[in-house]
T-cell receptor, first 116, second 115 residues
Framework: DTAVSQTPKYLVTQMGNDKSIKCEQN?????MYWYKQDSKKFLKIMFS???????INETVPNRFSPKSPDKAHLNLHINSLELGDSAVYFC???????????????FGPGTRLTVL | SQKIEQNSEALNIQEGKTATLTCNYT??????LQWYRQDPGRGPVFLLL?????KEKRKERLKVTFDTTLKQSLFHITASQPADSATYLC??????????????FGKGTKLSVIP
């Protein structure tokens, strides 16, 4: 009965590889997000989707591509991985449309990505 | 430039005392402010949301204040317990240029409650 789940929890890969992280929420929320938490612990928004529509697309290299097959899923695909991509990636969700007001966000457990 | 600063990286207090964590910001005009708790190896957990026109919000042993003149929020935990030990994140909720509310997080304060 996990609210926001991510797979895998750990991902170790070589530079140049392509990898995906999956996220699912069973809360019935309309909005989903991807955040990156770097080694300095700053948590930064990368993308946000509302009902499969891209809402927020921060300055992120275009090697990162989110995909939302339905409103319960938001996957993150990363091409040509670089050392600097090593971080913890969090998926989150919230009820309602963030264009209409702020909402508390529910975070997944995180995916620790290590690029060697 | 825009900045969010949480008073200290680490704060140690004695069990039973009140912990006070500070969040200061510059060059933001947040309409709302949120506080989250993060335990090691886990995702942040929402605690409280306060609006710019609210001075204070309470939830059980937690209290948050929001002073838009001072550009500061204070987060208090009364009667602190060792189980309150965690990193607490302040997050400003501002309307982005794209017309959506967006959270910008501070670095967090690691609170340790000593028995």
């Amino acid at each position: 009965d996990t609210a926001v789940s991510q797979t895998p929890k750990y991902l170790v890969t070589q530079m140049g590889n392509d990898k995906s992280i999956k996220c699912e929420q069973n809360l019935g929320h309309d909005t989903m997000y991807w955040y990156k938490q770097d080694s300095k612990k700053f948590l930064k928004i990368m993308f946000s989707y509302n009902n499969k529509e891209l809402i927020i697309n921060e300055t992120v290299p275009n090697r990162f591509s989110p995909k939302s097959p339905d409103k319960a899923h938001l996957n993150l695909h990363i091409n040509s991985l670089e050392l600097g991509d090593s971080a913890v990636y969090f998926c989150a969700s919230s009820q309602g449309d963030i264009r209409e007001g702020p909402h508390e966000q529910f975070f997944g457990p995180g995916t620790r990505l290590t690029v060697l | 430039s825009q900045k969010i600063e949480q008073n200290s990286e680490a704060l140690n207090i004695q069990e039973g005392k009140t912990a006070t964590l500070t969040c200061n910001y510059t060059n933001y005009s947040p309409a709302y402010l949120q506080w989250y708790r993060q335990d090691p190896g886990r995702g942040p957990v929402f605690l409280l949301l306060i609006r710019e026109n609210e001075k204070e919000k309470r939830k059980e042993r937690l209290k948050v204040t929001f002073d838009t003149t001072l550009k500061q929020s204070l987060f208090h935990i009364t009667a602190s317990q060792p189980a309150d030990s965690a990193t607490y994140l302040c997050a400003l909720d501002s309307l982005s240029g794209a017309g959506s509310y967006q959270l910008t997080f501070g670095k967090g304060t690691k609170l340790s409650v000593i028995p």
